[in-house]
């Protein structure tokens, strides 16, 4: 069976961690972000409006 082939294997502890950092902060584009922030809008956003309808409800009923 073959080894599996290693990327790494002539790259000092510098150069692996500096190819980290880069993978690690360029890996999301700028509509990316978006896409994430609009999808949390749509998960928590619902949850808290019927909360705070809720409790207005209560206010204005008691």
Do not use: Q
Not at 14 to 35: C, F, Q, R
Request: aromatic share 12%; net charge negative.
């Amino acid at each position: 069976m073959k080894r599996p082939i290693d990327r790494f294997k002539d790259k000092t502890k510098e150069e692996i961690e500096e190819k980290e950092h880069l993978l690690d902060e360029d890996n999301l584009e700028k509509y990316d972000k978006l896409a994430m922030f609009i999808a949390a809008i749509k998960v928590f956003l619902p949850p808290l409006l019927i909360i705070i309808a809720l409790f207005l409800m209560l206010i204005f009923l008691f």
